[in-house]
C-alpha cells in the first residue's frame, strides 16, 4: 500500500511540474526559436517572463534558448497580436492590457479592449446580481416556510419585517438586472458594429 502511495505521489509530483514548464524538451531541441517567439508574441505573453520560462523549461535537456532568433519571431507575433480583434478578445475574456503593444498599433488593440471589456464587465455582473437575487428568493422561501409553523407570536413578527426586507432586496435586484440587462444589449450591439468592421 505505501508502495503504491509512493508511485501516485512521484506521479502527481511529475506531472505538476510539467504544468510548470513552458515548453517541452521536443521544442527544446528542436530549436525554432523564431517560431517559438512568434507564438509567445501572438498570445500576447510578457517577453522576459516567457522567455526565462523556456530558459528553465530547457534546462532539463541542457539547451540554451537563442535569444536573439526568439526576439525576431516575437516581434512579428506581437504584430499579430496588438490588433482591435485581439483586443476584442482579450476585453472579452476579462484579461486585463498589460501594456505590450507598441505605440503605432496600440490605440487599436485599445479600441477593441474596451469595447470587449464592457461587455465582459456588463455579463459578469449580471451574473452577481442573478446569483444573489436566487440567494435571497431561497433565503426568502425558507423564512416563510419557518414563519408558517412558528405560533410565536414575537418571532413571527421579527420574521415578518426580515420577509419585508427581503422582498424589497428582490425588488431592488429586479430593477438592477433590468438596467444591467440594457446596457448589456446596447454592448452586445456595439460589439456586433466593431466585428464587422474587422
Given at each position: ?18 504544468s ?18 512568434f ?19 530547457c ?5 540554451v534558448p ?12 506581437l ?5 482591435a ?12 492590457y ?37 440567494r ?8 416563510q ?19 419585508k ?13 433590468d ?20
Amino acid at each position: 500500500m505505501l508502495r503504491l502511495f509512493c508511485i501516485f505521489s512521484a506521479l502527481g509530483i511529475s506531472l505538476f511540474l510539467t504544468s510548470c514548464y513552458t515548453i517541452s524538451k521536443k521544442d527544446c531541441l528542436a530549436g525554432d526559436w523564431k517560431g517559438i517567439g512568434f507564438t509567445d508574441g501572438f498570445n500576447g505573453y510578457l517577453p522576459k517572463e516567457r522567455f526565462e520560462g523556456h530558459t528553465k523549461s530547457c534546462k532539463r535537456v541542457k539547451v540554451v534558448p537563442d535569444l536573439t532568433l526568439w526576439k525576431q519571431g516575437y516581434k512579428k507575433g506581437l504584430l499579430r497580436y496588438c490588433t482591435a480583434g485581439s483586443g476584442l478578445w482579450e476585453g472579452q475574456h476579462g484579461h486585463s492590457y498589460n501594456g505590450l503593444c507598441p505605440p503605432q498599433t496600440e490605440a487599436e488593440f485599445l479600441r477593441g479592449h474596451v469595447i470587449g471589456y464592457r461587455q465582459y464587465a456588463l455579463r459578469s455582473k449580471l451574473e452577481r446580481l442573478e446569483d444573489n437575487y436566487k440567494r435571497k428568493e431561497e433565503e426568502l422561501e425558507e423564512l416563510q416556510e419557518k414563519m408558517k409553523k412558528d405560533r410565536n407570536e414575537e418571532y413571527s413578527l421579527l420574521n415578518y419585517w426580515k420577509v419585508k426586507d427581503l422582498k424589497e432586496d428582490l425588488s431592488d435586484i429586479r430593477d438592477e438586472e433590468d438596467r444591467v440587462r440594457d446596457d448589456l444589449s446596447e454592448a452586445d450591439q456595439q460589439v456586433r458594429l466593431f466585428e464587422s468592421q474587422l
